[in-house]
């Protein structure tokens, strides 16, 4: 048996495996589309190794998946095609939510949603309005998720001047000798100190949030284009909604990719920015206050920023945390963003009033 064979089976997955492909183009996880056959019909299902050293609770990671796509299930039951909208984790036969191969990875199982993708660059306005309208819509179903508090996955996720604090310390470390190298983004980081703090001065709710809302943590439907499931659920956890607005700017606005090195494509395009509003208003609308909705743009400009200055802390200390494939890649995705920030900063009165007026 090879060794995707073996630690499928341990999973309560029907009939015989019958292939594997890596799939998807996230930071963190290794993830699999892996394919069964149960009396001659093919089944697809998703195998992920969490990242441990990142996730480093699985258990209480795991809880908060469970919880969640439990109470979303119940709560999409009625609708059409209600077995796409929602993730379902497969439980290994032993019943449990994840299984632990020889080697101490960690596995666990979705079942695969068919017929749907996700867009690394958003192509159209009308993709960004799905996107939008589907995470607004996630974070409206877990409005009323029961207590207790979901756990905190990654404690400090969005916490901007403990990311900014981070950033210094890699700075003054310099383990990787790179410093010299990122003049220019060490600056620009440093003279937003003040505006990290943005949000956690601003009193705004706690609620359960996904924290992860890029765009490729959406599938879109094929056919009909529906933003139709939320993914990616390893950040759900307690946490500010303007946050996951933001991260919808910061990932869906530009034509240009996270880690492209020709700057001169990375904008932050109006359009696609009312496209989001819109889209996110639509769902979210039913709950925001006045007040998270009057931050939703300083959630865009810190959240592009937040991720800039974890690029480049990331650059600085040799890559230890996001998987790269060229030894400038988070120096060159630090340059992307720090473009969207100062894209946003031209744009935010504009992008304001659009809120103000929706
Ligand atoms: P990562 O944490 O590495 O970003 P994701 O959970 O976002 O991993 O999954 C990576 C990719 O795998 C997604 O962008 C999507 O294309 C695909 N994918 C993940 N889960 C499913 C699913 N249940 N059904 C279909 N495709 C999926
Ligand atoms: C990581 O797992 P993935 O690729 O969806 C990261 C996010 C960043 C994103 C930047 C757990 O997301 O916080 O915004 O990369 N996830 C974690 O592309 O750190
Ligand atoms: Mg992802």
Known sequence: MTRFAAIASAFAIPGEFVSVSPTGSGHINDTYRIAFAAAGQPAHYILQRINHHIFTDTAALMQNIQRVTSHLAIKLAGEPDSQRRTLSVIPTRDSLAHHVDPLGNYWRVYRFIENARTFDIVASPAQAYEAARAFGHFQCLLADLAAPRLHDTIPGFHNTPKRFAQLQQSIAADVANRAHLARQEIDFALAREAFTSVLLDAQLPERATHNDTKLNNVLLDDRTGEGICVIDLDTVMPGLAPCDFGD???????????????????????????????????????????????????????????????????????????????????????????????????????????VESL
């Open 248 to 354: 919808m700017v910061r990932s869906a606005t530009s034509p240009a990719a996270e880690d492209a090195q020709d700057l001169a494509r990375v904008t932050m395009e109006f359009p696609m920015f009312e496209a989001l509003a819109r889209g996110y208003l639509a769902s979210a609308n039913e709950f925001i206050t006045p007040t998270e909705r009057s931050h939703l743009v300083a959630a865009a400009r810190l959240i592009a920023l937040e991720q800039g200055l974890r690029f480049l802390a990331d650059y600085l200390a040799g890559d230890p945390y996001y998987k790269t494939h060229r030894p400038s890649q988070n120096l060159d995705r630090c340059r992307t963003q720090f473009k969207l920030v100062a894209s946003i900063e031209q744009q935010e009165d504009a992008m304001q009033r659009l």
